[in-house]
């Protein structure tokens, strides 16, 4: 509010606003007024003017014309005097004869109301002179121009002296109470400070009054209001805490909650663990019990046999499941870390390709297999810290893997195409080895289960179902992970990540 | 001449069966042993008309696309009579039950006896040795 409060001078105030108003309107109405006031005493006197000519006709001409005829100039005179004694009457001129008898005043040529009468004799109308009079409207005009002037003045300054005393009155009854309102509404707008306008006392109440009124009656409901609402903050407040503090506790007790579920998940690991040996014990001493018995049932009937070419076959099958069981005693060997091998820096790529080649020999031997088309995606210096043994060994039962599951595609689909896509690639602080096959895949419903002991789809003798465990465990033990994914029918992809700088976790 | 039909998915039983059971019929000098390694080609060999009358059939349970138990029903169908012997690598109550009520006459346990198959042998057959 920069505004200057000066009362003077505050040219947005109300009462100025009223002032040139209430000014403006008088002074309007009081021209219009006065004006039609003044033009109909004007026409009023100018009428009155007029009617001289007719007072001159009616009652001078005929005496006049008998001074005339008598030709008594004194009479005459005295009757002229008499005239030029009316009232307006500016110029009188009487001729006879051509002769000016009598002149007084003066005459002015623009003058409208000159007229000239004619005296008549009263019997013969014989022109005996003539009048000539002029009435004073210029004298009149000037008069009611005068007169009203003066009337606008004196009125222009009556109603600027009722306007100033309007607008203090205005200013003093309304102007200052409505700028107290204003003040205090300013400096004390949420307090209980009731608002009293400094009035002399009266006992009706007019619109201030009620307007104050309304005003400390809203106050206090807004200081009520006000009141409320910090109440209601401050109920939020404390719910907010409240509830903060309630999810701080749920949150405590989710936490405990975790923890004791990752405890009861240890201890069930570490039973299913316990579990799953006293299973996996179980199943190896079933399949080693198979080959063992007819290991036993041959070796008995050899003891019999003399027939070279019996004994010959006997000791095939004696053999045969003997190294079933040797095979089976070496994936637990793997399987419980019971080998020798040694953790040294080894191109992966070599291994890679070691293992198909192993496999595809191991297979060769008695097997009527066409191998399949091998692509090879190795990447540049592919080199890990590994157990170079074991790596070869979980390879070559992934890719043994693969080509039985494409062996079995080539029996089942004409015209297929066995492929067998190899690679290697450094991924960050790890080595990843792909082996993806287009053979038969792996139905979904197995899922991890692969990786589980004695599960296998092979003809018995084929395999124990001990590759993948191995495999797994070999990559475990590398500090890596073996994942697979496949799609049934259409391909299977196992891919074996391992660190290229292996740390040992003791667990 | 003593017809036997073995079935047995793993072609190393066969092998054994024979061996065995060439040692134990030795005296009577005529054994017709037939192995098969499915229990459907088991079914057709059955089937056909030239097939001389089976003594005895002898077959593994876990077997890949038929089972022995439904073999078993099968030769039930052709022949409600003749010998039946339910071979399985595990021992337990309910195959031995079913095999029973499927109409087997024996239910034995691999590995096999091979002296208490020979005395079964020697009372469900009548054989004098």
Redesign the interface.
């Known amino acids: 509010m920069t505004r200057n409060d000066s009362n003077w001078v505050r040219t947005n105030s109300l009462s100025l606003k009223l002032l040139i108003a209430t000014w403006a309107v008088s002074s309007f109405a009081t021209l219009l007024l006065t004006a039609a006031q003044l033009i109909l005493d004007y026409q009023k006197d100018f009428d009155k003017l007029q009617n001289n000519f007719s007072i001159i006709k009616n009652s001078y001409l005929d005496s006049m014309a008998e001074h005339l005829w008598s030709y008594d100039t004194r009479l005459l005179e005295i009757q002229l005097d008499g005239l030029s004694r009316l009232q307006g009457v500016s110029y009188l001129k009487l001729m006879a004869d051509n002769k000016t008898i009598y002149e007084i005043g003066k005459t002015d040529p623009a003058e409208e109301s000159h007229r000239r009468f004619e005296i008549l004799h009263k019997n013969t109308n014989e022109v005996l002179g003539t009048l000539d009079v002029e009435l004073d409207v210029r004298n009149l005009r000037e008069k009611y121009f005068h007169e009203a002037i003066w009337i606008f003045i004196r009125q222009a300054a009556k109603t600027l002296v009722v306007v100033f005393c309007l607008y203090f009155i205005f200013n003093r009854i309304v102007v200052v109470h409505i700028k107290h309102i204003a003040e205090h509404l300013k400096s004390h707008p949420k307090d209980a400070v009731d608002l009293r306008l400094n009035r002399p006392r009266h006992e009706e109440k007019d619109e201030l009054d009620i307007l104050v009124d309304s005003i400390n009656k809203f106050k206090i409901e807004l200081v009520e209001a006000n009141k409320q609402l910090a109440l209601l903050n401050q109920a939020l407040e404390q719910k907010v805490t409240d509830r903060t503090r309630e999810l701080t506790t749920k949150n405590q007790s989710l936490e405990k909650a975790m923890f004791q579920i990752k405890r009861m998940q240890a201890t069930l690991v570490a039973q299913e663990k316990l579990a799953s040996l006293g299973s996996l014990t179980a199943s190896v001493a079933?399949e080693i019990?198979?080959p063992l018995?007819?290991v036993?049932?041959?070796s008995e009937?050899l003891t019999?046999?003399e027939d070279t070419e019996?004994i010959r076959?006997?000791s095939r099958?004696v053999l045969?499941?003997s190294q079933r069981i040797d095979q089976i005693v070496r994936s637990m060997q793997i399987l419980s870390g019971y080998d020798s091998d040694i953790l040294e820096t080894t191109d992966i790529n070599e291994i890679v390709k070691k293992a198909y080649q192993q496999t595809i020999s191991n297979r060769a031997l008695g097997s009527s297999y066409i191998p399949p088309k091998v692509t090879y995606r190795l990447g540049d210096s592919v080199q890990a810290q590994a157990y170079s043994i074991s790596l070869l060994r979980a390879l070559s039962n992934i890719i043994d893997n693969a080509i039985h599951a494409l062996e079995k595609k080539v029996l089942t689909e004409k015209g297929f195409e066995p492929e067998l896509t190899i690679s290697t690639a450094v991924r960050g602080d790890n080595v990843e080895i792909s082996i993806r096959d287009n053979g038969i895949g792996i139905p979904a419903i197995l899922g991890e289960k692969v990786f589980d002991p004695f599960l296998t789809t092979k003809?018995?003798?084929e395999g124990a179902g001990l590759g993948l465990t191995v495999a797994f465990n070999i990559a475990q033990k590398h500090g890596g992970t073996l994942k697979y994914s496949s799609e049934f029918g259409q391909w299977t992809e196992f891919v074996m990540s391992i660190p290229m700088v292996h740390e040992r976790i003791h667990t | 001449m003593i017809h036997i039909v073995i079935v047995d998915d793993e072609a190393d039983t066969h092998l054994l069966y024979k061996l065995k059971f060439k040692k134990f019929f030795a005296s009577l000098g005529d054994l017709k042993l037939v192995s098969f390694l499915s229990a459907v080609d088991c079914l057709n060999y059955l089937r056909r008309e030239d097939t001389p009358p089976v003594d005895l059939i002898l077959s593994d349970i876990n077997m890949p696309e038929m089972d022995g138990f439904e073999l078993l029903q099968e030769v039930r169908k052709l022949n409600p009579k003749v010998p039946f012997y339910m071979i399985s690598a595990y021992e337990s109550s309910e195959f031995r039950n079913r095999a029973e009520q499927l109409g087997a006459q024996r239910f034995l346990s691999k590995p096999v006896d091979f002296n208490a198959l020979g005395e079964a042998l020697k009372t469900d057959l009548n054989l004098s040795l």
Do not use: Q, T, W
């Open positions: 079933h019990r198979n018995n007819f036993l049932n041959f009937l019999e046999s019996e076959e006997i099958v045969k499941h003809a018995p003798g």
